[in-house]
């Protein structure tokens, strides 16, 4: 039995190359090491907010990925982020991911904390500065 949890605890790699294989699908996806190897200024997007300007941000589509929570924030209502600034951590029973922020704005909503994902469910709204 010990066994098995510590399996079910412990991705064994090739089950991690599939799940990394998975949130790849999507083009903004990025892995850790690819972060810091490259680092947030390499988010190429024209996402841009002018001043007052209001965005949802919401759950992209993660391939097959699917049961997401979101479990921590980093910012709260009323925080000024940056592109690339980390906003807050979802996971589900095979990974757990930051998410970013593509803009930069004032955060002006946010959803609970333990509030189950769904592709395309709001996750926070954002003004720009």
């Given at each position: 039995m010990i066994k098995s949890l510590i399996r079910k605890l412990f991705l064994n790699n090739e089950k991690r190359n599939e799940i990394i294989k998975d949130?790849?699908?999507?083009p903004n996806f990025r892995t850790k090491e690819e972060i810091e190897k490259h680092g947030t200024d390499s988010i190429k997007s024209?996402?841009?907010l002018e001043k007052g300007e209001v965005q949802s941000v919401c759950l992209p589509e993660l391939g097959?990925?699917?049961?997401?929570?979101?479990?921590?924030?980093?910012?709260?209502?009323?925080?000024?982020?940056?592109?690339?600034?980390?906003?807050c951590e979802i996971e589900n029973e095979n990974i757990t991911m930051e998410f970013e922020?593509?803009?930069r704005g004032k955060i002006i909503s946010t959803c609970r904390i333990n509030q189950k994902l769904t592709s395309g469910i709001e996750i926070f709204?954002?003004?720009g500065i």
């Open positions: 949130l790849k699908s999507n024209d996402f841009k097959n990925q699917k049961g997401f929570t979101l479990t921590k924030w980093y910012v709260k209502q009323g925080d000024i982020v940056k592109k690339g600034d980390i906003v922020s593509f803009y709204k954002i003004e």
